[in-house]
């Protein structure tokens, strides 16, 4: 069985409109977000085999706050393509992976995380469906799992939704 584990990047700051859109950091409540769901994973998650990372700074901003809290001895690949083509799905990418992990993060950006996740449902959690189609805010995470061993067999609908956790449902939680 394989786990995927789409996270949208945390929060990012508007505050300097000079800034490219590649080039916009995580505001604070980006930062505080990550640390939250950094935490999450960790609790909850199989630690992933392999970690893809677009190459923005939001992202990367995201994955180091991650690996800030979580113990992981993995391969990270920083992918051009994940937001060169972020206004598509990923699935194609995933399923050209030659990789014989498990678990695998993906750390992206909206809409193709979304729509991922959209395309990858086939069964599980209805109000967790319900939930992503409606909003996919930043810092999000969906965890999909499929009944195959290679990523090359994944296919559109063969997802069971395990969970979709939204960083405000976690940080309401603990205040």
């Not at 393509?81 to 699935?91: A, C, K, N, P, T």
């Not at 993060?105 to 809409?111: A, D, Q």
Request: proline share 6%; net charge negative; with cysteine.
């Amino acid at each position: 069985m394989l786990r995927l584990l789409l996270l949208r990047h945390a929060k990012s700051d508007w505050s300097n409109p000079a800034l490219d859109d590649f080039d916009r950091p995580l505001n604070r409540r980006g930062e505080k977000v990550t640390e939250v769901m950094a935490e999450y994973i960790n609790e909850t998650c199989p630690p992933p085999d392999l970690i893809l990372c677009s190459t923005s700074v939001r992202t990367r901003q995201t994955l180091k706050g991650l690996l800030d809290h979580i113990a992981v001895d993995t391969d990270i690949q920083l992918r051009g393509e994940l937001y060169e083509d972020s206004e598509e799905d990923y699935l194609p990418l995933l399923q050209n992976l030659d990789s014989v992990a498990e678990t695998v993060l993906l750390i992206g950006h909206n809409p193709a995380t979304e729509d991922t996740a959209s395309r990858l449902y086939g069964t599980g959690s209805q109000v967790a469906f319900a939930d992503l189609s409606e909003k996919y805010p930043t810092g999000a995470l969906t965890v999909l799992t499929f009944p195959i061993s290679r990523w090359t067999d994944l296919r559109e609908g063969s997802g069971t939704l395990e969970r979709f956790i939204k960083p405000r449902d976690l940080m309401d939680a603990t205040d």
